[in-house]
């Protein structure tokens, strides 16, 4: 399973749940006691703490990232493949953006219905279908291009989204599947925060790219991947002009499909 860090956690996920809605098929205001698996530093399970006068335990692999969920809901070490509680320890069992990072979902789906005694949840992004639309008139392009690319060459299913997670819930045994559908968008417009001004310096240097070569190279022949390289870098420098004027303005929808199903 691939490694995130805390900023990259935090940033990715900040403002995905101002509008709860697409979380009321959890029922949240039943819950006894929810388990977040792959809680990561904890954005979802504090939702979940909020939202349910019931117990809410986060479970992750990475310690690292549990250092920062356990400032504000108690949390577990462990492996989402062997969960360290007994059978129908949870009436519900939940996790954000974790199917797309496990070579085999379904094993996984299996464990989560070990630990429910009712219901589990998965909340996955098909990143195929992000939308970017910016005032650099070649970002659009270039980021569905590396996308594209990303997608076909990195050893998980990041496209998940809700079809394949029904695949998975109901090759586990789960019923009464359903999905429902949530988009996050995320904004960059004066005035711009240091992060943001950041990841314009990083665009200018290509550097998510640079970091991404081994996926990228492969579904990308090494001479396409430079000239994106080069092109993703003219861009960069061009978001950098647009921000020093304050003209520049980005916006990404990132779907995310919430799926249920009954143990």
Known sequence: MRAFSADYLRRTREGLWESREALRDLELDTRRRALDIGCGTGELT???ADETSGEVVGVDADRDLLTVATESVPVVAGDAHRLPFPDDSFDLVVCQALLINLPDPERAVREFARVSSDLVA???PDN???SVESTVS???DLS???RAAYVAGVDTNVA???GGTREAFHAAGLDDVSTRTHHHA???EPPYSARELEAARRKA???ALTDRRETLVGPLAPDEYERLRADWREMGRTVVDQMRAGEYRRAEVVPFYVTTGRV
């Open 46 to 48: 504090r939702v979940l």
């Open 122 to 124: 998965a909340i996955e």
């Open 128 to 130: 195929s279908s992000v």
């Open 138 to 140: 070649a970002e659009s």
């Open 144 to 146: 569905r291009r590396a």
């Open 160 to 162: 998940l989204g809700g």
């Open 186 to 188: 995320k904004t960059v």
């Open 205 to 207: 240097t290509a550097g």
